[in-house]
């Protein structure tokens, strides 16, 4: 006999509103605050209106995000729901060990410090408090994938939501430092973010599927950008 496909699970109110704000701009981690070598692009010519920003972040999208920052998060998840804390330590590290400039690492080790003071302030059991700790405890520093990841975990979202969450609030930070730094208006911004919003679903489940091994953190040109806004003559923001 053919097996009955069961309908997905709906993901319950409180997980779902705790992942709305996970993604939110207004999460006090300092999203906002970072352009991740977008404005070195319009600095340097190589991004100069809606289409080249268009695709600029849908190349960012697939060819970094989903082969690094969303695997992370997707094998950070499982780790933290084992309980392995030797393969926290361990994404943690890689994260930050392939980070190719200090810009790129300090916003990394910036939005983990703050997401880890952003839990501290919650009510918490006696699980997520041993959690936390875990968290605060990595060295250097905890990272945003692995940060973010224990964020979602403790809410009791699934995976698959999680890996929205967390691309949809990058997604949103990018468009908005992209009005600024382009510059572009915001019929603009929000056609760029309804072209990430497609792509999104299919970069999920390519980074839940990525093998360790083929977890990869390179993207030349984001590092030679990245580092030339080390030296920027004006900036608004702070990669």
Request: aromatic content about 8%.
């Amino acid at each position: 006999m053919p097996r009955v496909r069961r309908a997905p699970q709906p993901i319950p109110a409180s997980a779902l509103l705790q992942l709305m704000w996970l993604a939110s701009p207004a999460l006090p981690v300092g999203g906002f605050s970072y352009s991740e070598g977008l404005e070195s692009a319009v600095e340097s010519g190589r991004v100069v209106g809606e289409v080249q920003t268009r695709d600029w972040l849908l190349d960012q999208l697939e060819l970094s995000l989903v082969r690094c920052d969303l695997s992370v998060v997707a094998t950070a998840h499982g780790a933290w729901r084992r309980g392995d804390w030797d393969d926290v330590a361990e994404l943690n590290a890689w994260i930050a060990t392939t980070r190719e400039t200090r810009e790129m690492l300090q916003q990394t080790e910036q939005m983990g410090r703050s997401m880890v003071e952003w839990m501290n302030n919650r009510t918490m059991d006696a699980g997520q408090i041993e959690r936390l700790g875990q968290l605060r405890a990595l060295r250097p520093a905890p990272t945003w994938p692995v940060a973010f990841a224990l964020a979602a975990f403790d809410a009791a979202a699934p995976l698959r939501e999680s890996l929205l969450s967390f691309a949809f609030g990058w997604a949103e930070n990018m468009v908005q430092a992209a009005l600024k730094s382009v510059p572009l208006g915001q019929s603009a911004g929000q056609r760029i973010l309804a072209a990430l919003v497609q792509r999104i679903p299919a970069a999920v489940e390519a980074a839940a599927a990525l093998p360790r091994s083929e977890r990869q953190a390179y993207t030349p040109m984001l590092a030679i950008l990245s580092a030339q806004h080390e030296e920027q003559y004006s900036r608004l923001f702070r990669s």
